[in-house]
């Protein structure tokens, strides 16, 4: 990860670029996950993490815009995103949730440094990157907690954005 977070405000725009990428990518993961967590209940919940992911894209299209910025392609973003999702085989929910517990606090780290290196003008557009990690481990928490309404969390998120 620490190649990966920006130093300076000349990593900016690749860095924006890359992590607009992998959103498009998430949303593709998480809709090829339905092929190992097939139980509906869990396919509910992952097409709902796969929304947010393009509830965040489509958030940072206009950086991407006032930047100049020219992002690879849904169709080559998708492909990428749904070949991360063979490490899931023969795991269990379980195990998914508590990996979203420990890798999700990861990118919150990363997208801090996104908004220390950019523009003062990008960081209510960049909120998003951070806020949707939160959900998600909220929700898996719950998850892991055995509540009912762990999905509560992402249909909010979701309902936010589209209000």
Partial sequence: MAERVPKDGSDYAPFLTLCFEEEIMGEAYFIGLTRYFPEPHQREKLSLLSRIERCVADSARPLLERHGLSPRSDDELHAIGAEGVIRHSGSTWRKFMEDITVTFPQY?????????????????????????????????KRELNGDPDSAEILNNYIRNFQS
Avoid: N, Q, Y
């Avoid at 557009?125 to 951070?130: I, M, Q, V």
């Fill in 108 to 140: 919150m780290d990363e997208f801090a440094a996104l908004v220390r290196v950019a523009p003062s003008d990008d960081h209510v557009l960049l909120k998003p990157f951070t806020t949707h990690e939160i959900a998600g481990i909220e929700f898996a």
